[in-house]
T-cell receptor
Framework: AQSVTQLGSHVSVSEGALVLLRCNYS??????LFWYVQYPNQGLQLLLK??????LVKGINGFEAEFKKSETSFHLTKPSAHMSDAAEYFC?????????????FGTGTKLQVIP | ETGVTQTPRHLVMGMTNKKSLKCEQH?????MYWYKQSAKKPLELMFV???????ENNSVPSRFSPECPNSSHLFLHLHTLQPEDSALYLC?????????????FGNGTRLTVT
């Protein structure tokens, strides 16, 4: 079984401030972890993913996330928020199922960027 | 055209209507998914097709009927829906064979049931 918990359904930051979106997971096997972003009136798109290897993962638009096994966490960060970062962010854990992925999503965090 | 395309983008239907949602992927993927996204709820996986065979059906009411005629196309047939079925319906695809493959989403169909 697998689950994802995102702390904070809404996060507000000032433009130029650090962005930190929290994600904790549980998984019965070594996890594949993802962050997706959803802009208004669009589908989800991949920001970054962790599979194996380096625990600090860099994604698009200056975002990165660190896999911490001991804390079962995969928090998303960006050093300096931009207005265009305003969107909803979803953390997800994926389990291979022989030909497809069984993906469990968190409930999402809406990021507001204040000018 | 590339990626995952969903049509229509918006759909308003009465409870007695029959309509279909269409999804097409141009990525050569072999798995396709239907998700339901409602306000204040996690994304709900509805159906999964792998190599055109339905492999998951997550207790979805029979008023939703999926169809996957080939690996590039996925449909969701709708009939006698309820107002609580109003939501954003997202189609996704992935390259199967391992959990490391990300999902690629379309922009969704915003469904309103009146």
């Amino acid at each position: 079984a697998q689950s994802v918990t995102q702390l904070g359904s809404h996060v507000s930051v000032s433009e130029g401030a650090l962005v930190l979106l929290r994600c904790n997971y549980s998984s019965s096997v070594p996890p594949y972890l993802f962050w997706y972003v959803q802009y208004p009136n669009q589908g989800l798109q991949l920001l970054l993913k962790y599979t194996t290897g380096a625990t600090l993962v860099k994604g698009i638009n200056g975002f990165e996330a660190e896999f911490k096994k001991s804390e079962t966490s995969f928090h998303l960060t960006k050093p300096s928020a931009h207005m265009s970062d305003a969107a909803e962010y979803f953390c997800a854990v994926s389990l291979p199922r022989g030909g497809y992925q069984k993906v469990t999503f968190g409930t999402g965090t809406k990021l507001q960027v204040i000018p | 055209e590339t990626g995952v395309t969903q049509t229509p983008r918006h759909l308003v239907m009465g409870m007695t209507n029959k309509k279909s949602l269409k999804c097409e992927q141009h990525l050569g993927h072999n798995a396709m998914y239907w998700y339901k996204q409602s306000a204040k709820k996690p994304l709900e996986l509805m159906f999964v097709y792998s190599l055109e065979e339905r492999v998951e059906n997550n207790s979805v009411p029979s008023r939703f009927s999926p169809e996957c005629p080939n690996s590039s196309h996925l449909f969701l047939h709708l009939h006698t829906l309820q107002p609580e079925d109003s939501a954003l319906y997202l189609c996704a695809s992935s390259q199967g064979g391992g959990g490391a493959s990300p999902l690629h989403f379309g922009n969704g169909t915003r469904l309103t049931v009146t």
